[in-house]
């Protein structure tokens, strides 16, 4: 691992690596500790007390952002028809099925959030191991398959801030909560409705502690310790 940068140093004697912060003391510091030539992205970072190799132990779902991302978002919906009008009106980016389908498997990922009818399905069903990987293959589990009547809000949600999660190998959930030049409680009010996503998506085999450790950090600023039981309480108004 390479050593960090002096301007890195200097922002990680502001954190206490010893002490964890109550949630908003934590934004707090992460704002403060975002100076970089850039506006970074604020990142939730969790371990789970779940074994991902076991199937009840997965960990996946979908929260939306009341205060959103803070990053513009192209949407693809696999749609034709009736269906296909309907999500142009509601202003996707790319929609149509043999098209985009063609252009996917010859490496075009333009995209960051992919939609589909039902209907559509068997006809994508081969793009899995172009976009499964990327976590951009249409699932019902993350609420991007959709009935046509839905998708104007589905398009809505996604264009807002709608962002999903998955654990990875080593336990661990990583997920935007917005922008360092977000106000204070356009963080916290992402930061409560990731939590309270986290918690829905708690799966039937996990057994003790469910959340083990919190970390926020920006794009280029030191890790910041979340006191877990006061975050795991965070609850919407």
Request: net charge positive.
């Amino acid at each position: 691992m390479g050593k960090h940068g002096k301007r890195y140093n200097q922002l990680r004697e502001k954190v206490d690596a010893a002490r964890v912060y109550s949630p908003q003391e934590a934004i707090s510091l992460v704002k403060e500790t975002a100076t970089a030539g850039f506006d970074e992205t604020v990142d939730l970072h969790m371990r789970l007390g779940v074994d991902p190799r076991h199937a009840d132990q997965q960990v996946r779902g979908v929260v939306n952002l009341p205060a959103g991302t803070g990053k513009p978002v192209r949407i693809l919906v696999f749609a034709e028809g009736e269906a296909a009008r309907i999500a142009q009106e509601a202003g996707a980016d790319y929609v149509g099925i043999d098209e985009f389908a063609q252009r996917i498997q010859e490496g075009w990922i333009d995209f960051d959030i992919a939609l589909a009818v039902p209907q559509a399905m068997g006809k994508i069903g081969r793009l899995g191991r172009f976009l499964g990987r990327r976590g951009l293959m249409p699932n019902p589990k993350a609420g991007t398959i959709v009935q046509p009547e839905d998708l104007p809000e589905a398009i809505r949600q996604a264009r807002q801030g709608r962002v999903e999660f998955r654990v990875d190998r080593t336990s661990n959930l990583h997920i935007p909560i917005g922008k360092a030049s977000f106000t204070q409680e356009a963080l916290m009010s992402n930061l409560t409705a990731a939590m309270e996503a986290v918690q829905r998506a708690k799966p039937s085999g996990a057994k003790g502690q469910y959340i083990k450790k919190i970390v926020l950090t920006s794009t280029m600023g030191p890790g910041v310790k979340v006191d877990v039981p006061q975050a795991a309480a965070l609850k919407s108004a």
